[in-house]
């Protein structure tokens, strides 16, 4: 049976004060692509944000590496976690190649010529070799979530969280950026934690899908994307899967 | 919603602020002390950069202003002195006005203007698009990279620039006395036998706590900033305007504490 890398017990997650989803368990395991699903509003960037401990969990246990996100693992579960927000959000004072080189500057002992070497080959995994000079702002939207997912990888991590890929993306863009995925995934084994609602991207990509429901305030389904929309017989998912993106 | 319940809300959004910059100066403390024990771990490449907006990009309205106070004070005070022959006596008043005083407040205030403003934008705008929160996931202390070096860089830009302005300022007022027809290097004897070691260095340490506060206080806004319409707005007014208030507070009692202890 496959390790689970994140494990979730009975989570309440939302910030001080509100709490958005409520007992949510689920294991995600090493090596998968994994889909957190649902309407806007759902909870799914919430969760995102407890699993890469951004904010604590409001009730429950969540583990990564078998680590709970305290102060003391911190810092190693950061190197085990890299993250693509939906914005790209790499940094716009930095070339694109420093933006790569960032994390590997402050984490490794690698030297300059090294550093810069692995952020040549990681910006190439990407197809983005020729931009590592270009400034962020010189780049398409497209062009800079993949200069974050090269980052992402910049320090070889566990799993990689990208936060709306697809978001205004065009559809080929899109595409494009689940061929890299998948490709990722491929080559270097790793595992990816994905918040999207494009339904296009979560047949393409992901082996399993967790569906979250704003009303219920909960997880509502687990399974294959297959599986969630030929058999589920849950009014909610049948609906998603039928109309697309449902909004809250 | 009634009238308690909206006081009630902005009393406890206040409290809230207060509690967040508490926690912020709190960090900020602590990310220096932990600077201070491993400085490979401060970002000179980034405070470098910081240090270059804040002095040589501000230079030219610093030494404006500063240039342009010294005319007006020595064209207002001269008025009154001429009336007793005695306006020469202005490049005393100058050197007083200037070194103590003037010269670090009229500095602080358009560092606010400008460094505190940007600063708060800057990190407001990161915050916005996330980065503040990609630092965090890489596990990168946002206030040891973001803020420290803003605030190192401030502290070092105001004497600076507070004596370069307090030069502009005494030229423009030996300039207005020339006119006068009180001979330039009486002014600058005036001058030289007018000022101390200890006025010149109490006004530039005056300045590096202004320094201090304009960094703090814009930084603090740009962590702060929401994510709305008008967050950076928002952040980049409350830098200005808090930035000013601290400022004048401070020199108050700055200035109670030096009749205090008669300095």
């Not at chain 1, 689970?4 to 958005?20: F, N, R």
């Not at chain 1, 990208?162 to 080559?187: M, N, V």
Request: one cysteine or more; charged letters at 20%; proline letters at 3%.
């Amino acid at each position: 049976m496959e390790e689970a890398l994140i494990v979730l017990e009975h989570v309440d997650a939302g910030y001080p004060g509100t709490v958005i989803l409520e007992d949510v368990s689920l294991e995600i395991k090493r090596g998968e692509v994994f889909i957190l699903l649902g309407g806007s509003g759902c909870g799914k960037s919430t969760i995102m944000k407890h699993m890469i401990g951004l904010n604590p969990v409001l009730a429950g246990k969540l583990t990564l590496a078998g680590l709970e996100w305290t102060a003391k693992n911190r810092a190693a579960l950061c190197r085990k976690i890299g993250v693509m927000y939906q914005s790209g959000a790499l940094f716009g004072s930095m070339t694109c190649l420093q933006n790569v080189m960032l994390p590997m500057e402050e984490f490794t002992r690698l030297s300059r010529k090294e550093r810069r070497e692995k952020a040549l080959r990681l910006l190439d995994d990407v197809e983005l070799a020729d931009a590592a000079d270009k400034m962020p702002n010189e780049i398409s939207g497209g062009m800079r979530k993949r200069v974050a997912i090269a980052r992402a990888m910049a320090l070889d991590p566990e799993v990689v969280f990208l936060d709306e890929p697809s978001a205004g993306l065009d559809p080929i863009t899109s595409s494009a950026l689940d061929d890299l995925i998948l490709k990722l995934r491929r080559e270097k084994g790793m595992t990816f934690v994905v918040v999207t609602h494009e339904l296009s991207s979560i047949f393409k990509i992901g082996d399993r899908a967790a569906m979250f429901d704003k009303a219920r305030r909960g997880l509502i389904a687990l399974g294959t994307p297959q599986a969630l929309r030929d058999t589920c017989e849950d009014g909610f998912v049948r609906k998603f899967f039928n109309r697309g993106e449902i909004h809250g | 919603m009634g009238f308690f319940a909206s006081i009630g809300l902005a009393a406890h959004e206040r409290l809230k602020a207060l509690w967040e910059s508490f926690a912020f100066l709190g960090e900020t403390v602590v990310s220096a002390f932990v600077v201070f024990v491993r400085p490979g771990q401060f970002r000179f490449r980034d405070a470098a950069l910081a240090f270059q907006r804040a002095t040589f990009d501000g230079l030219p309205i610093a030494a404006g202003i500063g240039f342009l106070l010294g005319v007006i004070l020595a064209f207002q005070s001269a008025a009154a002195l001429k009336m007793f022959g005695v306006e020469v006596y202005v490049a005393d008043l100058l050197t007083i006005g200037l070194f103590r005083e003037l010269g670090p407040l009229v500095t602080a205030i358009i560092l606010a203007g400008r460094s505190g403003s940007a600063f708060a934008a800057e990190i407001g705008t990161m915050k916005v698009n996330e980065e503040v929160d990609a630092l965090t996931t890489m596990g990168l202390a946002p206030v040891r990279f973001l803020v420290l070096p803003r605030i190192a860089a401030v502290v070092l830009a105001m004497p600076i620039l507070t004596i370069l302005s307090e030069l502009a300022g005494l030229v423009g007022g030996a300039i207005v006395l020339q006119l006068m027809n009180v001979p330039t290097v009486v002014f600058w004897s005036h001058v030289s036998s007018t000022s101390t070691f200890f006025m010149i260095a109490f006004g530039l340490v005056k300045a590096a706590i202004f320094g201090l506060l304009v960094g703090l206080i814009g930084c603090s806004a740009g962590m702060r900033t929401k994510s709305t319409a008008d967050g950076v707005g928002v952040a980049a007014t409350s830098a200005v305007v808090g930035g000013i208030v601290a400022i004048a507070i401070t020199d108050g009692i700055l200035a109670v504490l030096c009749y205090a202890w008669s300095l």
